[in-house]
């Protein structure tokens, strides 16, 4: 059995799954669907996705002990548990391909004037293959002692170009009504619904008497942090938005202030390389997970090797392919697609909650009716 | 020892890492450094030729072991179609490609501004080879001459170019001149931006003797010629509109652009012939200590205009005049600003005011960024004035601006 997280390595462990894919390329996207409305397609979906995850949470530490596919085989069945976790291999799986190739992107734009794709995917596939070997527990407690510097890096694109908002860039709202808004949040889904991950560490975490509130205030820092990074992003590149597809790299980089104060961004492209690995490792990890499950495996050993070596074939097929899968994620279909799923395990979890604890409810309430076991009591609703 | 490798020989990391190093090293042993492939270009200049090609000249660092700075820098040229093609043609005859990492300033004759910057710019806004958000400057002369006035300045690099530009962006120009910021400005709807203009000047023979360029066996052959340049500051400024250059901004639209500005922080008003109980026809020099502008955007029977609330905190700088040679003049706890002056003041900049708002109605240059403004905070109000006019280019015809100033001395 695997060993648990603390509510800290939850904590941290949602902070980076969520703050994936949403900083690099996202931006661009969401200003060239929403205009000058992206700040708040990102408010609106990031406060969706906070009062799902609140839920979400609640649900965990009602029933700490059950993972969501005994909690999904115990209510409805074992072949819809199966099905529904392959929807999710295949779903994180997407999301680490595109979180794969936003990394290429970014050693190749950032970094490296010349990479060779042979040497890097092998490389990359070493790490990962040693990672996903690991633990949720590994992987926390390496979050928790990487966690602040790399928060530190980051804040600076947040402080560089503050002085240059131009509130002109952020304004009128919905100056061509609200379908462009609306467009924008529906085309950009895929890059949301982080409560997803809570699905795979469920039964995982250690709850204590405050962790909810714990995990929450944590949740809203890191979405306050990525609101102020589109109303940055906006407010200080304005029209020119959609031209930045490497955010992340562009705001301290291309700011408004020439580069006469040296290359102080070098802190945050190396802080943002370290994060873009470790959310790959958590995407890969809910793979396993999911593949775990599908075959009741226990280790972690075929999982990791099957998920690499296909992550090979695809992402080497890939390469250099960022734009056309993001094309793909952010289709009218698949926008809709995204949006069914998200909702579609939302309501599933709660519904297969009320089903379980309706079900724990009886078992106990006929336990201190008719005294006895359980079993003895299952014997008696037979019988009847 | 022999622990040490008995335990990495059980490690499954370490064959990883032995791996990964086997398989990289033949193709990395080979690879050249980059100072031998690069040339590292500190400062672009771009001209058009007669021919109607681009001229790219680079001012190049090459690294020399010798203590003058000059002897460090080289200039090359290219010439074709397209900027690539230029700088091919210049990595072609230097052997090295060009690296523009360091790249901080760029800058184009008043000739080619004349065309669309955009399709000079290109090149620079789409390579990755550019990662430094670059300044652009403009000059009366070629791009050539200024970039060789550079090199033959004293100063350390292209320090003297970037510090004379970092000057006219924090006192007159009030925002960066960046390829960025280019490209930001040119894409509001009011399309202005502002580029300083920079010459030449031949520098007096006493100042040829304090360069050591001609007794340095490593300078280039043509030094004799540089040193004799030197950078000119006019405090010129371009008005780039849409991409092309329009016109010189006037001194008076100059003023009234820092004067309503919320960061300028060198504002001097120079105000003559003032007679009060301190000082008889004298000039007086004032210069602002702090400053608080707000514009308010209103609507007058459906007519935009702005109200400038002004609370400007001064000190009176100088003094000239031949009558008032009184030790009183020079008292620092005087407050200079008699009710003549702030009158004095007051006129003069409603004279300047009118000024501005006349010459951006005449020529439909908006240089305030009025559009962007109402369209951001009167959205609506806007966009019905905007309905009623004939041709919307003409929104600045109704445009009334008015400055009220709440003046201040500080001793």
């Known amino acids: 059995m695997e060993k648990t997280i603390t509510t800290n390595q939850l904590s941290l462990i949602l902070i980076i799954f969520t703050v994936a894919l949403k900083l690099s390329v996202l931006p661009a996207i969401t200003c060239d669907f929403a205009g000058n409305n992206a700040y708040v397609v990102s408010f609106v979906s990031l406060a969706i996705d906070f009062l799902l995850t609140f839920v979400i949470v609640i649900i965990m530490q009602k029933i700490p002990q059950k993972n969501f596919f005994d909690l999904i085989k115990e209510t409805l069945s074992k072949p819809v548990a199966i099905f529904l976790y392959l929807i999710l291999f295949f779903y994180f799986f997407l999301k680490l391909l595109i979180a794969l190739l936003e990394l290429q992107d970014y050693y190749i734009v950032a970094l490296f004037e010349q990479l060779n794709p042979f040497f890097f995917i092998i490389a990359l596939m070493l790490l990962l293959l040693f990672l996903f070997n690991k633990g949720f527990r590994t992987i926390g407690r390496l979050i928790e002692v990487c966690f602040w510097p790399l928060a530190l890096g980051i804040l600076f694109t947040l402080l560089y170009p503050i002085k240059n908002i131009d509130l002109v860039n952020l304004l009128p709202l919905f100056e061509d009504g609200l379908y462009p808004a609306y467009n924008g949040f529906a085309r950009t889904s895929f890059a949301y619904g982080d409560y997803m991950v809570l699905l795979i560490l469920m039964g995982k975490v250690n709850f204590s008497k405050k962790s909810t509130k714990k995990i929450m205030l944590y949740f809203a820092s890191i979405l306050y942090f990525i609101f102020s990074f589109y109303v940055i992003f906006v407010g200080a590149f304005g029209s020119t938005s959609v031209n930045k597809s490497l955010a992340i790299g562009e705001l301290p980089l291309h700011n408004p202030n020439p580069s006469t104060f040296g290359r102080l961004e070098w802190l945050t492209i190396i802080m943002w390389t370290a994060i873009l690995i470790i959310q790959t490792v958590i995407i890969g990890k809910c793979c396993c997970e999911c593949f775990k499950q599908i075959f009741k495996l226990s280790d972690n050993k075929t999982p990791s090797i099957v998920l690499v070596v296909a992550l090979t074939v695809v992402y080497a097929s890939l390469y250099l392919k960022l734009e056309s899968i993001i094309k793909i994620a952010t289709s009218n279909v698949f926008a809709i697609i995204t949006c069914v799923l998200h909702l579609l395990f939302f309501i599933l979890l709660v519904i297969s909650y009320f089903i379980y604890m309706s079900k724990q409810n009886k078992t106990k309430y006929a336990k201190q009716k008719g005294g006895g076991t359980d079993g003895e009591y299952n014997k008696k609703i037979i019988a009847q | ?411």
């Not at chain 2, 000059?70 to 090359?76: D, K, R, S, V």
């Not at chain 2, 970037?162 to 006192?171: A, H, Y």
């Not at chain 2, 002004?310 to 000239?320: A, F, G, H, Q, R």
């Open chain 2, 1 to 411: 020892m022999g622990s040490i490798i008995k335990k990495l020989s059980r490690n499954k990391i370490f064959y990883c890492m032995l791996f990964l190093i086997i398989l990289m090293f033949p193709s990395t042993i080979y690879m050249q450094s980059d100072n031998n492939t690069r040339l590292i270009v500190s400062t672009i200049g771009i001209d058009k030729t007669e021919s109607g090609e681009v001229e790219v000249t680079a001012l190049a660092i090459i690294p020399n072991m010798s203590t003058d700075t000059n002897a460090n820098l080289e200039i090359f040229s290219g010439k074709g179609k397209t900027i690539s093609d230029a700088l091919n043609s210049i990595s072609a005859n230097t052997g090295k490609h060009v690296g523009l990492a360091h790249c901080d300033s760029i800058i184009l004759s008043l000739d080619i501004t004349k065309d669309n910057i955009m399709e000079i710019l290109d090149y620079f806004i789409r390579t990755s080879n550019l990662t430094t958000n670059a300044t652009i400057l403009t000059t009366d002369k070629k791009s050539k001459e200024l970039i060789e006035a550079t090199k033959s300045s004293n100063n350390l690099l292209d320090l003297s170019l970037r510090d004379i530009v970092s000057f006219q962006e924090e006192n007159s120009l009030l925002q960066n001149t960046t390829i960025e910021n280019f490209y930001r400005k040119t894409f509001t709807k009011s399309g202005t931006f502002f580029l300083p203009i920079l010459s030449i000047e031949e520098a007096s023979s006493s100042n040829e003797s304090s360069s050591g360029n001609s007794q340095s066996s490593s300078s280039s052959s043509s030094s004799e010629n540089q040193s004799q340049k030197k950078i000119k500051n006019d405090q010129k400024i371009a008005l780039i509109q849409e991409g092309k250059f329009v016109r010189e901004i006037s001194e008076d639209e100059k003023f009234i652009y820092n004067l309503l500005a919320q960061h300028s922080n060198y504002l001097s008003i120079e105000i003559e012939n003032i007679n009060d109980q301190y000082v008889t026809n004298s000039l007086e020099v004032y210069q602002q200590v702090d400053k608080f502008s707000l514009p308010l955007y209103k609507f007058n029977s459906g007519k935009p205009y702005v109200q400038y609330e002004i609370w400007l905190n001064t000190m009176v700088n100088e003094i000239k005049s031949s009558d008032n040679f009184a030790f009183a003049s020079i008292d620092s706890l005087q407050n200079f600003l008699s009710n003549t002056a702030k009158d004095e003041i007051v006129t003069q900049i409603n004279q300047k005011l009118e000024n501005t708002v006349k010459i951006m109605q005449q020529e439909k240059n908006d240089i305030l960024g009025l559009y962007s403004k109402f369209n951001a905070f009167k959205h609506s109000e806007w966009q019905d004035y905007l309905s009623t006019l004939d041709d919307k280019e003409n929104y600045l015809e109704n445009m009334d601006i008015k400055i009220n100033l709440h003046i201040n001395y500080v001793i």
